[in-house]
């Protein structure tokens, strides 16, 4: 029976465990410019583990796709030092690191945009929020993507994939959870195109089926990933039926042979445990459709993580929060360690402090062993 220290192959890699890192937003760029900054190495080194995956934060294709002040981006070669020292930080320990890629869509503001509307599918109510440098404000109204851009944004999805190349990751994950632009085309709730890139599924899986074609034309089926949030909440996403909405999203996937299926429990609304104490859904459900393999992520502490390992329904398990505050997670949970708690306050935006100066349990755990 697997378990979370036996070793799986994902894709083109053979990792030595299944404790990934998930993708976390901390808005601790170098402004202007979104510079990925000296703090962002350590602190993803620091969570790197011999032959343990870490997905770093989502990182913006473009301008118009940017939603948060201070979060990541790769759009410009001034970006590209900073990428290759994370990277290279990853490495130095042994782990292996793919970047997620992220248009926001809708979720944005012109502030983060360049002065251009925030796009969508289709023009739908929308209260969410941006963050600018007046704080967290309500997002600027969107405007629905006309078809003939829809190829410049899948072409802006190769560039980044292809500046992920050239710095020095091991891969890309697509973003196509959490309400981003992705995720608005495939659900019903935010998608009411008449075009080839609405109504029914097969049409809304369009452009993500475009996407994930551009990421494999630069890396190989085998190095791409895709994240996925079943009847996640986060962005005021919505879809009539969820479960063959993804069912279908997950075979489509399985055809292309990606690398893995990475998706969020329900449960989960962005940050924060929305339904405490639910079971794992989506990853069951899905279980069926993607014969690769899947990474379950949101709430899962060690022994829940153990267990779903164990039954099959995931293969590995990406932790996010319990992650922020223990840099040696994967050590920790191999030996029944207490973990740290975590600090919200620090979680979007701010220097050094609960970011990169969490200790490992065991000072030497750092040099001497990892997992
Ligand atoms: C501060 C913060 C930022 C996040 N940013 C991202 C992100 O950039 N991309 C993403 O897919 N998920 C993001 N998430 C969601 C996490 O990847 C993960 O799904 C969530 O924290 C639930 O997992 P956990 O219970 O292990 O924390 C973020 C979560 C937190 C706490």
Known sequence: MAHLFTPKKVGAYTLSHRVALAPMTRLRTIQPGDIPSPMMADFYGQRASNGGLEIIEGVSISIPARSYLGAASFYHDGQAEGWKAIANAVHDKGGRVFMQLIHGGRQSHVEMTGGVDPVAPSVVPFDGVALTKDGFVPA?????????EIPGIVEEFRTAAQRAL???FDGVELHGA????VDQFIQDGTNKRTDAYGGPIENRVRFLRE???ALISVWGADRVGVRISPSGEWGGISDSNPEATFSYVAKVLDEYKIAYLHVIEPRIKGDETLHEGQAPVATKYLRPHFSGPIIAAGGFDGDSAEAIVASGDADLVAFGRHFSSNPDLPYRLKHKLPLTPYVRAAFWGGDEKHYSDFPAYLPAVEVAETV
């Not at 600027?140 to 003939?148: D, M, T, V």
């Open 140 to 148: 600027s109204p969107h405007r629905a993507l006309g078809i003939e």
């Open 166 to 168: 050239d710095a020095g």
């Open 178 to 181: 959490n309400g981003y632009l």
């Open 211 to 213: 996407t994930v074609e």
